[in-house]
């Protein structure tokens, strides 16, 4: 299995800008998690997903951000319009059980810089 | 606010020794508790987890301790190797709901 993957590893845009995060989580597995990591709030869960229904995200940062996943293999998290204190690293991770209490893989991330 | 904290940024050992790394939690509604250790450029990987109806979860050479009454935990790795050179992060659940991270610590084992 190839694992979680998310494109793209990295990401550089301007303020102002749309940018869109990929995901595919492991198949088979039933929960898909959104996480931020910076340096100054460590890492953080946005949201998550169970059977592709969003069950909490009450850590996206604000309504610039949303998530998406329209099927078993596959999400997107995007921020419209970017800021530069988006700038973080963005990781993905998959479940096989609903829920955070199952062990989860981690993808290997996409590094957002906004200019 | 944090309700998960790793107050010390990093630590360094010899090889061979213990590595002890801590977590303090203000939460007294988690009930269950995980380290992830990460390494440079990957995703954070599972190491070990421990529910709050425990106090001492053992998995090889990683053991987390768990405090309830001083909402502490610590993960020790006897003996330390330099592949466990990472930056370890302790979280925390309630209810499982709402997984909360400390900052992390970085693990330096020095041959």
């Known amino acids: 299995d190839a694992g979680v993957i998310q494109s793209p590893r990295h990401e550089v845009t301007e303020m102002g800008q749309e940018v869109t995060l990929r995901c595919k989580p492991i198949?088979?597995?039933?929960?898909l998690f959104w996480y931020r990591q910076t340096m100054m709030r460590g890492l953080e869960l946005l949201i998550y997903f169970n059977n592709n229904v969003p069950i909490d995200d009450s850590g996206m940062p604000e309504d610039r951000f949303s998530a998406k996943m329209p099927n078993a293999s596959f999400s997107t998290l995007k921020i419209q319009p970017s800021e530069p204190r988006d700038s973080a690293v963005y990781f993905c991770?998959?479940?096989?059980?609903?829920?955070?209490?199952?062990?989860?893989?981690f993808g290997p991330g996409t590094r957002l810089t906004v200019l | 606010d944090q309700q998960v904290k790793q107050n010390s940024p990093s630590l360094s050992v010899q090889e061979g020794r213990i590595s002890i790394l801590n977590c303090d939690y203000t939460n007294s509604m988690f009930d269950y508790f995980l380290w992830y250790k990460k390494y440079p450029a990957e995703g954070p990987t599972f190491l070990i987890s421990i529910s709050s109806i425990k106090d001492k979860n053992e998995d090889g050479r990683f053991t987390v301790f768990l405090n309830k009454s001083a909402k502490h935990l610590s993960l020790h790795i006897v003996p330390s190797q330099p592949g466990d050179s990472a930056v370890y992060f302790c979280a925390a659940s309630a209810d499982n709901n709402d997984m909360r991270f400390g900052a992390g610590t970085r693990l330096t084992v020095k041959p």
């Open positions: 991770a998959s479940s096989l059980l609903a829920g955070l209490l199952d062990t989860q893989y």
């Open positions: 198949s088979g597995h039933n929960s």
